[in-house]
């Protein structure tokens, strides 16, 4: 995989592949339509899936990388895979038993790498709810630290069942206290990222302390169940779509390459067979600086995943929370 023009070395030596393939799913599709989708992506060049047991599909995603090896079409080597913790498992006696399970629903030894998903953490309840609540309807949270997570996760690759690890939607103050505390140092940090969003500072604090970062959600993110007409449409912004139209690109290829320049890896989600291959064309020009400077100064800012409102429905519950991560600047 190494490839310097579409790929950057983590700090445990891996590369990394800056274009990757979401599988996250708004809406669950019919049976097969990840395991197509997938196929069509690694047969078009991407060599990097972004998986998470929360995201529900693992056991389609593993029956499909299964098929694929056995045709021959690629190898498990030749794949960067990511899954990630969710927050019900953040308690050290759950974190091996959460990658075991998603290791064998994506019928794997390893994966590449794996995340903590959020810093703070849910109760584990006995139903297995992933988001449990109360009588009341409230999220059930538990004071486990991110710091105890982190210990059982080095764990996990002195055992061999991830290459790497890292943590997603953490605050530089909390990726800090981490760098602080750690044997084995985060690998890479995900993050929502996208012109209305640029991260600048957050970015370039993770690349200073060399971890990589991924953007989710780069294309904004339309289709999320609790989007509102009142949402501003990243694709349909006119900065972005002029930019598009002058470099005869579609306005996703721009968005998708505004990272790639900053050397920043995205994670795409489609199940659409030409927007697969449209999105891994944006390995193939460059942007003029002026064009990167006016995507990092686009007036409109926006969040589009929040955990305050799109995991509980209840604005500001999650905000009492202390390891709640957008409180600060950066």
């Not at 019919?30 to 197509?36: D, H, N, R, T």
């Not at 297995?128 to 630290?145: H, I, R, S, W, Y």
């Not at 953007?215 to 501003?232: E, M, N, V």
């Not at 697969?276 to 006016?294: G, P, R, S």
Request: proline residues 7%.
């Amino acid at each position: 995989m190494a490839n310097n023009l579409s790929n950057v070395q983590l700090s445990n030596g891996a590369y990394f592949p800056l274009i990757g393939f979401g599988t996250w799913q708004a809406q669950i599709p019919p049976p097969g339509v990840v395991a197509s989708a997938i196929g069509v992506a690694i047969d078009n060049g991407c060599r990097h899936f972004d998986c998470a047991a929360i995201y529900q599909n693992e056991k389609e995603i593993g029956n499909a990388l299964k098929d694929i090896f056995a045709q021959g079409r690629i190898q498990r080597q030749q794949l960067f895979i990511t899954s990630k913790l969710w927050n019900t498992m953040h308690h050290p006696s759950h974190v091996p038993s959460a990658i075991k399970k998603s290791l064998q629903d994506l019928q794997l030894d390893y994966v590449d790498l794996y995340l903590i998903h959020w810093p703070f953490a849910f109760a584990n309840t006995p139903d297995e709810a992933k988001f449990p609540t109360t009588p009341d309807g409230n999220l059930m949270f538990t004071d486990v630290d991110y710091l105890d997570t982190w210990k059982a996760m080095e764990k996990l690759v002195d055992q061999g069942l991830a290459k790497a690890i890292g943590l997603s939607n953490f605050n530089s103050k909390q990726i800090q206290r981490v760098l602080d505390n750690c044997t084995i140092k985060p690998a890479v940090l995900q993050i929502e990222s996208h012109p209305f969003l640029n991260q600048h500072q957050l970015i370039s604090y993770a690349q200073s302390k060399g971890i990589a970062v991924t953007a989710f959600s780069p294309l904004g993110s339309k289709s999320r169940p609790w989007a509102t007409k009142s949402d501003p449409e990243l694709l349909k912004d006119p900065v972005v779509n002029k930019i598009a139209q002058k470099c005869n690109k579609s306005a996703a290829q721009i968005l998708l390459r505004f990272q790639i320049q900053r050397n920043v890896a995205v994670v795409p989600k489609s199940v659409n067979e030409s927007r697969i291959k449209d999105n891994l064309q944006a390995a193939n020009f460059q942007l003029a600086d002026e064009d990167m400077n006016q995507l990092m100064n686009i007036p409109t800012k926006f969040r589009y995943c929040d955990p305050k409102t799109t995991m509980t429905g209840k604005p500001g519950q999650d905000l009492i929370n202390p390891y709640y991560p957008f409180h600060e600047p950066f």
